[in-house]
């Protein structure tokens, strides 16, 4: 008890401390805490499909037919129609023969990599990926070897030192980066893939239903043998999935311990999901004004002088130091935008950043006036 004590002290003298804030209203595009309307600048909703009506009525459709809960795990009796109907929606949707559906973006990384991969094999992880992709690689008891972010020539040192060592070699990367904002170098690393001998892992958490000219991620099908993606983001709904071969799908079934210990998704959150795929082909205006928007917030910011990054909705903005980066969001709320400082361990020690967090909602208006603001309380 002692040490949790002193952990709590720790954290609080670094401005490191984190507190869960509870929020009255959350939806388009806006937040109200304590009684103050904020423009959120902080969600993963990256199209607006979660207050979007079609999904609300196929929610509400699937719990008037089913109830709430799929009431037991899906290798029980919690294995609806309605979760193979996801699935094979997703397996087109992704180009991949088969998909599997997860409880979460966390879990599928957790359970995915720890039942494919074992002590003897090799898992080459980009330096940045999500913290589900790193705990996935501990459990799995593969070995880590972790290459600089986008590094290609470190990857390939990597490759050549340490591939032949191992039984099967993994390489695992976010398609577009959750703290970075940036994309990976796919063409690149599935060359890799071929010339070490080695399967590859994308995470399309934030590319899926935003990037790609059907809105369908970044990953190619044919060439990534592993495709994970969430409904928790762009989707506007909760729960993941993975594409892969049938004999993989059929492996996890009867392996990857996070998909059979837990409950299955409710109806009502798988039945939102199949919509939220739906309205990707039905409504691709919504991407296109997204990433023209983050487009603009980016080179205005960098025209100022600022160390904006990224290349897509995600915007990180450098500040370095925590304490003032945390100073800085507490000025941006003061003046009604939600937006979080995002420090270490999360991010290095010297590149604590504000991490603008695009959607749907976002007009020129509203990106004009937040870059205003931000001139007026960092001035470069
Ligand atoms: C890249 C990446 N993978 C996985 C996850 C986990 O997804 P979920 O929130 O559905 O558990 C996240 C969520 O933050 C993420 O950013």
Same mark, same amino acid.
């Given at each position: 008890m002692e040490k949790i004590e002193e952990f709590l002290a720790e954290r609080e003298a670094n401005n490191l401390l984190r507190v869960l804030e509870p929020l009255s209203f959350r939806g388009g595009g806006k937040i109200i805490h304590k009684g103050k309307e904020y423009i959120d600048f902080s969600s993963n909703d990256y199209l607006g499909f979660s207050g979007h009506s079609l999904l609300k009525e196929a929610s509400k459709q699937a719990i008037q037919e089913?109830?709430?809960?799929?009431?037991?795990?899906r290798l029980l009796s919690g294995n609806l129609e309605i979760h193979h109907q996801l699935e094979e929606k997703v397996a087109i949707f992704k180009g991949k023969p088969q998909a599997l559906v997860f409880n979460s973006g966390y879990q599928a990384n957790l359970g995915i990599i720890s039942s494919l991969y074992k002590r003897g094999d090799v898992i080459f992880s980009d330096r940045l990926n999500h913290a589900s992709i790193i705990d996935g690689i501990i459990l799995s008891k593969a070995k880590l070897l972790r290459f600089r972010h986008n590094d290609l020539n470190h990857l390939e040192f990597l490759l050549k030192k340490e591939? $032949?060592?191992?039984?099967q070699g993994l390489i695992i990367t976010e398609?577009?980066?959750?703290?970075?904002?940036d994309k990976a170098l796919l063409g690149e690393i599935i060359e890799f893939k071929k010339r070490y001998n080695c399967q590859v892992y994308v995470d399309e958490a934030h590319a899926a239903?935003?990037?790609?000219s059907q809105g369908r991620g970044l990953a190619q099908p044919e060439e990534v043998d592993l495709i994970m993606g969430t409904f928790s983001k762009a989707l506007g709904s909760f729960g993941a999935y993975l594409a892969c071969a049938k004999s993989i799908k059929d492996y996890l079934i009867n392996s990857c311990r996070s998909f059979i210990y837990s409950t299955a998704l409710p109806p009502a959150v798988i039945a939102a999901n199949i919509a939220g795929l739906d309205l990707v082909d039905k409504e691709p205006h919504r991407r296109k004004i997204l990433l023209e928007n983050a487009d603009y917030l980016r080179n205005e910011l960098l025209k100022k002088g600022f160390k904006a990054r990224g290349s897509s909705q995600i915007i990180p903005l450098i500040i370095g130091e925590s304490k003032r980066c945390v100073e800085i969001s507490e000025e941006l709320k003061a003046r009604g935008y939600w937006v979080f400082p995002i420090r270490p361990p999360t991010v290095p020690h010297d590149e604590s950043r504000l991490r603008f967090s695009l $959607?749907?909602?976002?007009?020129r208006e509203i990106l004009g006036k937040l870059i205003n603001d931000i001139c007026q309380i960092f001035p470069v």
């Open positions: 089913w109830g709430l809960s799929a009431c037991a795990s591939r $032949t060592k191992f039984k398609s577009v980066f959750s703290m970075e904002g239903g935003v990037f790609g $959607t749907y909602y976002h007009n």
